[in-house]
């Protein structure tokens, strides 16, 4: 295990249709993040969890999106009926929590919604 | 409202020169900074951090400044080297405040010169 990977990487939907995006943490790590990326901007945090717990969430995070981590180890994130406007680099961390902050990035999934 | 603020969205420097990278902030709570840097089609990787309670920080050619009374930091990179052309984002979150999200600045790119 060397690295947060993320599956797939690359997504092309049709506006209207439901996409789920994976993410596996680091193995030790109890803390996990989604953000998205649109060019030019830096990350935008959408939720985080702290072992399944779902602790945090962007008000970014329309009633269209939901993220599951049910056993704390991967993670989901799915938007329904996606839009245009959704279109982004979806990124997820993980970080070890307590006294370690880093967040570590995995490769992104890019969503394209024609 | 942009809390974490990078105003110079590029900046060329010669190799084995300095590159000196600015982030400024607005929230007072924010306790914990990190410094990312991004190669196309790559997840941010985890460069650097420092912590409120301190001024500066170094990992070898790479040195972090805080000036809290300013709201400031600063990435040094000494010397500057071509691999190190990539986007650099600063990122801050208040742990303290009981919230584990960050927020991202929106980057500047740094081109090193050969």
């Known amino acids: 295990d060397t690295g947060v990977s993320q599956n797939p990487r690359h997504k092309i939907t049709k506006r209207g249709q439901n996409v789920t995006f994976r993410c596996d943490p680091i193995?030790?790590?109890?803390?996990l993040y989604w953000y998205r990326q649109t060019l030019g901007q830096g990350p935008e945090f959408l939720t985080y969890?702290?072992?399944?717990?779902?602790?945090?969430k962007s008000r970014l995070l329309s009633d269209r999106f939901s993220a599951e981590r049910p056993k704390g180890s991967f993670s989901t994130l799915e938007i329904q009926r996606t839009e245009q406007g959704d279109s982004a680099m979806y990124l997820c961390?993980?970080?070890?929590?307590?006294?370690?902050?880093?967040?570590?990035f995995g490769p992104g999934t890019r969503l394209t919604v024609t | 409202d942009q809390q974490v603020k990078q105003n110079s969205p590029s900046l060329s420097v010669q190799e084995g020169r300095i590159s000196i990278l600015n982030c400024d902030y607005t929230?007072?709570?924010?306790?914990?900074f990190l410094w990312y840097k991004k190669y196309p089609a790559e997840g941010p990787t985890f460069l650097i951090s420092?912590?409120?309670?301190?001024d500066k920080n170094e990992d070898g050619r790479f040195t972090v400044f805080l000036n809290k009374s300013a709201k400031h930091l600063s990435l040094h990179i000494v010397p500057s080297q071509p691999g190190d052309s990539a986007v650099y984002f600063c990122?801050?979150?208040?742990?303290?405040?009981?919230?584990?999200?960050?927020?991202f600045g929106t980057g500047t790119r740094l081109k090193v010169l050969a």
């Open positions: 961390a993980s970080s070890l929590g307590e006294s370690t902050y880093e967040q570590y």
């Open positions: 193995s030790e790590h109890n803390r």
């Open positions: 969890f702290q072992n399944e717990a779902q602790l945090e």
């Open positions: 929230n007072s709570m924010f306790d914990y």
């Open positions: 420092i912590s409120s309670i301190k």
């Open positions: 990122a801050a979150s208040a742990e303290n405040s009981g919230t584990y999200k960050y927020i």
